[in-house]
């Protein structure tokens, strides 16, 4: 596999437009720090890393509105690839809908949000756009 991240996202969208209540995922340290922030940020109701195998397992419980049935999680995007990578600054920082929405950034002090990065003053690599 050529790029872990996007079929992560997909494996989430694809679980979204079939309206799953849980996915499963194969295990990386950045897919379990991503997932942490799609949590943090009310994007996901839990997650559970179960370790089988070498490389371990994902567990995400999908959130969904009760009355109408609707995903939190509106659109995944990938931003940086590994043919092109994306970086920025934080002065350049994305804003995904105005501060609706998170970026998903690979800094030098760990993975974080649009926001944070640009608290600490540290840009980085954009991973991708969740809202």
């Known amino acids: 596999m050529t790029d872990p991240i996007a079929d992560y996202l997909t494996r989430l969208r694809n679980a979204i437009k079939a309206k799953h209540r849980v996915v499963e995922v194969p295990a990386s340290n950045l897919k379990k720090e991503i997932t942490k922030i799609l949590f943090e940020k009310g994007y996901i109701l839990n997650f559970k890393f179960v370790e089988d195998g070498p490389q371990g397992t994902i ?15 509106k659109k995944l995007q990938r931003v940086s690839t590994p043919g092109l ?3 920025t600054g934080y002065k350049e920082m994305p804003r995904v809908l105005n501060g609706l929405g998170i ?8 993975v974080m949000t649009d926001k944070e990065a640009r608290d600490l003053k540290i ?8 809202y």
Do not use: P, Q
């Open 123 to 130: 840009g980085g690599e954009v991973l991708c756009y969740v």
């Open 85 to 87: 990578r994306k970086y």
């Open 59 to 73: 567990k995400i419980a999908l959130k969904y509105d009760l009355v109408n049935k609707v995903n939190a999680i």
């Open 103 to 110: 970026a998903v950034l690979s800094t030098s002090k760990g």
